[in-house]
C-alpha cells in the first residue's frame, strides 16, 4: 500500500508566523534564544540522521538496543491496533515495533507526526512500501500543539522517542503529558524514550562531536531564519558551544558569536546586536533519572507499566498506561 497523502495541520503560513514569533520573542530576549524546532528543514533533517550515526553520539544506539530487546514485550502488553509516533522523523527504530506488533497481528494503522514534511514524505513512503496492508498516514504538525488532530479509537500506542521529550523545558513537559493524556483514552499506551543523567564526560562529546557534525546542525538554525525572514547571521561567525548544566541536569547548546555583531531580520524590522562571546541558547536536551520519569508520568495521570534500559544504562524507556 503507498502512504497517503501527508495530511498538513501546519499550514505554511502557520509555520512562518510561529518561526516569525519565536524569532521576535527569542532575539529580543535577553538572555537570547531559539526553540530546537527550528533545526529541523531538510538540510536540518539529513545533518540529525548523520549525528544520530556518530561514534559519541550514544542515545540513537542505545534507545535502538532497548526497542529490539524489548519490542515483543511492548507487542504483548500493548497489543496495539494504531501505533502514533510523534516528533517522528525518519522513523528508523520505529520499525523494531511495527515488525513486532505486525508479527503478532492486530496492528493496521501507523501514524506519523512531525514539523519536517520533507522527513515525514520520505518515512511514511518507505513504511507503507515495507508493510504491505498497514494504513500510514503522515501528519505535518506540531506535537506541542496537535495532539487533537490524532486519529481516535483503536487501542493507540503512541511512541515519543529519541529523548525528543528532553528538549522541552519542565513546565513545558509537564503541559505536553497532560495534552497527551487528554489525547488519549484509559487504556491507551504511552511509549517514552529519555536520555539518562550520567557522567558529563559521556554526555558533552555526544553533542560536540569531533567531526562538527553538531556544530553544523547548531548553525543551521541560523540558516534556516536567513532563508525564512531575509535575516543576514553569518553562520560561519558563531563558534558552537554544549555546555553540561549540573543543576538542571541537562545540556545547552549555544552559538557564541565570535565577534561583535549587527544582525538585520528585515522581515521582522529587527534589528539584533551581538556582543563578542554573546552566547545564543538554541537547545536544552534534559537527561533524566528513573525516577523523574515516574513522577511526571504519574502527575500527568498515567501509569508506569515498564520501564528498560539498554545493557549500558545510559538510556531509558518508559511504557505507561493511559
Ligand atoms: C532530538 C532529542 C533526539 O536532544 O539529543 C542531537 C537532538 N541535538 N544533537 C537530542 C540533538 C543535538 C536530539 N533529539
Do not use: C
Request: net charge negative.
Amino acid at each position: 500500500m503507498s502512504a497517503e497523502p501527508l495530511e498538513i495541520h501546519l499550514e505554511e503560513q502557520d509555520l512562518a508566523r510561529s518561526l516569525r514569533e519565536d524569532v521576535r520573542v527569542g532575539l529580543s530576549a535577553e538572555p537570547k534564544w531559539l526553540p530546537p524546532k527550528w533545526f529541523y528543514d531538510a538540510r536540518g533533517s539529513v545533518l540529525f540522521e548523520e549525528i544520530t550515526r556518530l561514534p559519541e553520539y550514544y542515545p540513537t544506539r542505545s534507545e535502538r538496543a532497548v526497542l529490539a530487546a524489548r519490542a515483543p514485550d511492548i507487542a504483548e502488553l500493548t497489543r496495539a491496533k494504531t501505533l502514533i509516533e510523534l516528533g517522528s522523523g525518519s522513523s528508523e527504530k520505529t520499525r523494531l515495533l511495527l515488525d513486532a506488533l505486525t508479527d503478532r497481528g492486530g496492528l493496521g494503522t501507523f501514524v506519523a507526526l512531525d514539523v519536517s514534511a520533507s522527513a515525514l514524505r520520505g518515512s511514511t513512503a518507505r513504511i507503507a512500501a515495507d508493510y504491505p496492508g498497514l494504513r500510514v498516514r503522515g501528519i505535518v504538525g506540531d506535537f506541542t500543539r496537535h495532539l487533537d488532530r490524532l486519529p481516535a479509537g483503536g487501542r493507540r500506542l503512541v511512541l515519543f522517542l529519541g529523548g525528543t521529550i528532553g528538549n522541552l523545558l519542565p513546565a513545558e513537559r509537564a503541559e505536553f503529558l497532560g495534552r497527551t493524556r487528554a489525547a488519549l483514552e484509559s487504556g491507551d499506551w504511552l511509549l517514552i524514550g529519555t536520555d539518562l543523567v550520567k557522567d558529563p564526560s559521556v554526555i558533552v562529546p555526544a553533542y560536540d562531536d569531533t567531526a562538527g557534525v553538531t556544530a553544523e546542525f547548531n548553525r543551521n538554525v541560523l540558516r534556516v531564519v536567513n532563508r525564512e525572514l531575509g535575516a543576514d547571521f553569518v553562520p560561519e561567525a558563531f563558534t558552537h558551544v554544549a555546555r553540561w548544566d549540573a543543576t538542571n541536569e541537562w545540556i545547552e547548546m549555544r552559538l557564541r558569536a565570535d565577534r561583535p555583531m549587527r544582525v538585520r531580520v528585515p522581515e521582522l524590522d529587527l534589528a539584533v546586536t551581538f556582543a563578542q562571546g554573546e552566547e545564543l541558547r538554541t537547545e536544552v536536551s534534559a537527561k533524566f533519572r528513573p525516577e523523574g520519569v515516574a513522577a511526571e508520568l504519574a502527575a500527568a495521570g498515567f501509569a508506569g507499566r515498564a520501564f528498560w534500559t539498554d545493557p549500558d544504562g545510559l538510556f531509558g524507556v518508559t511504557l505507561a498506561r493511559a
